[in-house]
């Protein structure tokens, strides 16, 4: 069965820095990953999909690399701003299905 | 944009009520999913449905029922309401077909809280 897994499980950082979070999954057998942005009490808002031959997508000063082989895959927030401040998570598509399998998300906040 | 839009933000209901979560896109996309969420257990499948008048069981369907009559609407239904059933729920919507290529959009989320 996939799992998914997101490090850190939380990150608080100032505002101006760039971050790394991450998300590995057990089988590399994957149709496509996908990151979102989850607002407190809101839902999940679609941030990029990397296709599984794929090696990164980019969204303004989002940056999403995978790594299919190793099974891992990067999000990458250049210049962080308080707007920022979220939880991100990470989900796979698993070949052969239509369902994603998410990780449990990483929670940021972005200092002044 | 697609619009995803969930009948309550939030709800309390008792013990053994039997409740109806609804659930509306407006994008006449033909995959809907219902997840619930909770803390420290992440986003977990209940149900899902490929088009109208077919559903399929998810990771955690136990306590559960849907219906999908219309393409645009999709259901959850909690049978006996139960307190390990306080939980945040969210229903997504994705265009089928070749929709495994295009994201899932997401509800707001309803809060139920079962007393």
């Known amino acids: 069965k996939q799992e998914v897994t997101q490090i850190p499980a939380a990150l608080s950082v100032p505002e101006g820095e760039n971050l790394v979070l991450n998300c590995s999954f057990t089988d590399s057998a994957i149709y496509n990953l996908q990151w979102f942005r989850q607002d407190p009490g809101k839902g999940l808002t679609s941030l990029l999909l990397?296709?599984?031959?794929?090696r990164e997508q980019t969204s303004g000063r989002l940056n999403a690399s995978l790594d299919k082989s190793s099974g891992r895959s990067t999000l990458y927030i250049a210049a962080s701003q308080p707007g920022d401040s979220a939880t991100y998570l990470c989900?796979?598509?698993?070949?052969?299905?239509?369902?994603?399998?998410f990780g449990k998300g990483t929670m940021l906040l972005v200092s002044p | 944009d697609v619009k995803v839009t969930q009948s309550s933000r939030y709800l309390v209901k008792r013990t053994g009520e039997k409740v109806f979560l609804e659930c509306v896109q407006d994008m006449d996309h033909e995959n809907m999913f219902w997840y619930r969420q909770d803390p420290g257990l992440g986003l977990r499948l209940i149900y899902f449905s490929y088009d109208v008048k077919m559903k399929e069981k998810g990771d955690i369907p136990e306590g559960y029922s849907v219906s999908r009559e219309k393409k645009e609407r999709f259901s959850l239904i909690l049978e006996s309401a139960s307190t390990n059933q306080t939980s945040m729920y969210l229903c997504a919507s994705r265009i089928g077909g070749r929709g495994r290529d295009q994201p899932q959009h997401f509800g707001d989320g309803t809060r139920l809280s079962i007393l």
């Open positions: 989900a796979v598509m698993n070949s052969g299905y239509s369902t994603l399998t």
């Open positions: 990397i296709q599984s031959s794929q």
